[in-house]
């Protein structure tokens, strides 16, 4: 009875598909017997309006709150199966970049990763899956990164601080379009005080706002255990991410572009040996973002240069999320992530079951074993053994016994040979009685209990040469290629129809005169092919299409199949394929209810299962409750409409929907190229992202980029017209010589030779075209080695021509030879009459402000022409004429080719990138030259003497008197008697003379001595302080000493660091 009464009650269900379903019920009939909104407000009193402008200030704060919120809303081109969220872990070198990313892989898929390198893609939820990239510290990888980054986790550093290189990504991806960013800082357990810590963590918070926004997340990460941060902090930070919405950006919008976690060199063996530096052919993988590839686009590979695709290929998805997979009636069978579900792809790591590399591929098995050729013994890899248990999967086991080896050693010896037919009839018919003895190995195990292991060891042994020979002949019979299974024959590919059609009849005949009870097993290399609603064979060109199932994306069709689509009876065979409505809603409609309840029952209570949540989450900070895209009306129709394209095309029209479409974005796709540099393949570093972006037709093309630009404000020095820069303009990065300009108020594009302090400017450059309101990155320089800030301006594209107007000011300058009353001749301005006669009617001025206009050339006189002016000028006089030249910019277009380079020696001499005259200066070690007419003289004038004004008589006589000359000599007042008059001092004044000079000669002597003593008392406190000095010097120079280690020091561990990077 104890025990009875002891035993747990039942706990009732809080959660799960049969609550969600009862909570529905009972949810539905509460709003059944409630009452109505209007019967419940009958009464006017009780709900009416109490204060009116109270009411006005709540509505218009409302409305104003809703306009604030309002954006332009941009067409989302993610499918019923989105790309994996492109994550950029970005910081200084020993930030932790890589141990966050194993933290979070750790935190997914529960893999333990050895390296990062390349792409790591995991799955992070029923739909959802993310791939991570490690960002290197170098600027080409920064600057391709940030294009594609969805979510950047910035990593700094709190014991050393915000560093150069996080500044200049933040430049970079304001520049990009400014993806969402979360901040992580590091190395917190450095701090020994908590005071300490709470000041930086205060400090870095509000510097971090300041260049983000205000309320930008950042985490706090604490110390390391077992080479991971703390599960709590990591579990914090995966929260984020999977609430985490993005907004689609305009540029990768409307560009199609991969990021490759896949390279292969498909190139033949036999050309690379005659000639290693070949063009090689390169197959690249990974998952299409943006907008739908076309198979015709030419693509940048980012560093690397323009190429136009030999083939893209749709390929099957190496991390496909469980809500894919789908059962027959459409519903998605699994609603939990188990570990037989892939959740990782790390190619590049050596992640998983195959590990890839540039010249083949190898099969990594779990457990291997091999043979030590000194001592024959079987010695299993312990390497493997580990790196299986941390992959979490299985393996092909080979067993640890000697016996087994010693058998296949034994086969390696014997040389069976088989020349009669009548050992072949004998030996295939114990091949197959051997095969129905391992077939049926499995049921065979109860009856075998009893048997001891040495007697099953001995009975495997029986018959084993037979067995052996016909399982040898049955090998040679079946004559599977695997190659030809999976990629199909190649002596095939140029077959006609007719041939083909022959030799599938053949086969048919050839399989059916087999026999037909074999087991499933022995059908494991047999390619299957799917039956045919009309019937058991296909048309002739869907079996030149199975057979031709090269990995390329060329659809070979045969001529039959053709189709004119200029014909009207064609285009209305597939006008219903354009349709948008849905002739299934009718269909839906009905069996909606009984949908719902089978999903209700089948449902389980799983925090990945997003079928009955619409996105909805409150934030924490800010407790603000964000709407899911749910209910968008945007997202719906969306839905409906790929559900509609889904259901139109089915899975019998993949190819043409993407013949019709292209490839849409979320597909795994393979894209070769060829005539790629051999350096591609010499100089591939996983670690470097390799981004395949479209060119639509426009951007593959060279003209002129007007672009409204801007030096940056924490670089150092201004910018100068015709210093090469190297600009980053949609995936390119490229080296142009721009020319500056600022557009007056008259519209016109005056030259400058600077770049304005604080204030933008426009500058036009060569290069290819781009859209405008396309942004724009400069740099003087991307070498690691550089100091200071590396982003020298920003701006965005305006517009695009083959020719625009910049015009620079001259000042042609004359002197007047013969001057006239109104007209005056001028010489040295011109050097022909041609010019002159150019120059016709155009206006000239001097320094005194005369206007004047030039006239005719005078003959026989080369360069002077007759000018007429509005007043007389003098011979003194400077003429001169203001022009308006046009200024061409200079036409250079240097792609950057960092891909096909040393990363590592990154400078412009390995770029190949163009030099500006003061870094030639400067390793030549020369002078900047002085031109003497550049150099500013003293102007020396002679004072001129103006001859007296003479006015005519009669008109002075008719002038008012203040305005007649006064020629007359201003006359003085005249002197008296009085001084000339000699001074005689009476007795009493000599006395008193005398006296006072007497006085005054004992004052200057006692200033003299006064003057005389301090002189001396300086002089014996600058020896006492000399004494001190030298008696305290070695204290001073220890000091300084000290001061400067430490200094040296410093700038060591910085140069270190940026080294490493």
Known sequence: ??????????????????????????????????????????????????????????????????????????HNRAEELPPPISVVVMGPPGSGKSTVIRSLVKRYTRHN??????????????????????????????????????????????????????FEFLNILQVSGFPKVMGILTHLDSFKKNKSLRKTKKRLKARFWTEIYQGAKLFYFSGISANKYPKGEINNLSLYISRMKFRPLTWRNSHPYMLADRFEDVTAPDDIQ???????????????????????????????????????????????????????????????????????????????NIMYDKDAMYINLSQLNYTNPDTGDVVPDEQDVDGAESAGTSGTRIGLGGEGVEMVQSMQKMDVVFDEIEETEETATTGDNSDSDEGSDDDSEEEEEGVTEEQSQLRWKENMVSRAAANFLEREQADVNLMEVVYGERQKLHMTERDLENEEEAKHNKRSAKKEDKDDDDSFFTLKRKSNSVGESSSASEKYNTINAMDCSRLHLGSDDASDWTMPDVLEGIRNRFVTGSWKRVNKKSGDDEEE????????????????????????????????????????????QAKRNAEEFGEEGEDMRLQLEGFRNGLYVRIEFSGVPAEFVRYYDPKNPIVVGGLPNMEDTLGLVRMRFKKHRWHKKILKTSDPLVFSIGWRRFQSLPLYSIEDTNERHRYLKYTPEHMHCHATIFGPMCPPNTGVLAFQTLSNNAEGFRVSGTGVVLELDHKFNVVKKLKLIGTPSKIHKNTAFVKGMFNTELEVAKFEGASVRTVSGVRGRIKKALRGEKGDFRATFEDKILKSDLVFCRTWVPVEPKQLYNPVTSLLTNVKGSMKSTLGLMKTTYELRKEQKLAVPVNPDSLYKPIVRTERKFSALKVPKKLQANLPFASKPKQDKKKGAKKGYLSGRAVVLEPEEKKKYGFMLRVNTVRRDREATRKERQSQRNAENLKRKQREEKQFEGVHKAEKKAKYRAEGKDAAYRAQKAARG
């Not at 969805?150 to 996080?166: I, K, N, Q």
């Not at 989450?617 to 409906?640: I, M």
């Open 274 to 352: 005659r000639n290693p530096m070949v063009d090689r052919r390169v197959t690249l993988y990974g998952y299409l973002r943006g907008t739908h590839l076309k198979p015709g686009m030419k693509m940048h590979i980012a560093g690397a240069g323009d190429f136009f695709m030999d083939s893209v290929t749709a390929m099957p998805d190496p991390c496909n999320v469980p809500s894919s997979k789908k059962g027959a009636d459409g519903t998605v069978k699994k609603k939990h992530l188990t570990q037989k579900d892939t959740l990782l792809y790390a190619p590049m790591s050596d992640v998983g």
């Open 597 to 640: 309840e089978e999903q209700g029952d089948d449902d389980t209570a799983d925090p990945m299962n997003d079928d009955e949540m619409d996105g909805s989450f409150e934030d924490l900070e800010t407790g603000e409750v964000h709407k899911g895209a749910g209910s968008d009306d945007t997202k719906r129709l969306r839905e409906e």
């Open 1 to 74: 009875m104890d025990a009875l009464a002891s035993t747990k009650g039942h706990r009732k269900s809080k959660s799960g598909a049969k609550v969600n379903k009862q909570k529905r019920k009972a949810f539905e009939k509460q709003k059944k017997e409630q009452p109505s909104l209007a019967e419940q407000r009958k009464n006017p009193k009780a709900f009416g309006v109490a204060k009116a402008g109270r009411a006005r200030k709540t509505i218009q704060r409302n409305l104003d709150r809703a306009h604030r919120k309002e954006y332009v809303p941009q």
């Open 113 to 166: 990763l050895v390296e990062v390198k390349g792409p790591v893609t995991v799955v992070s939820g029923k739909d959802r899956r993310i791939t991570f990239f490690e960002c290197p510290n170098d600027l080409n990888a920064m600057i391709d990164l940030a294009k594609i980054a969805d979510l950047v986790l910035l990593l700094v550093d709190a014991s050393f601080g915000f560093e150069m290189e996080t």
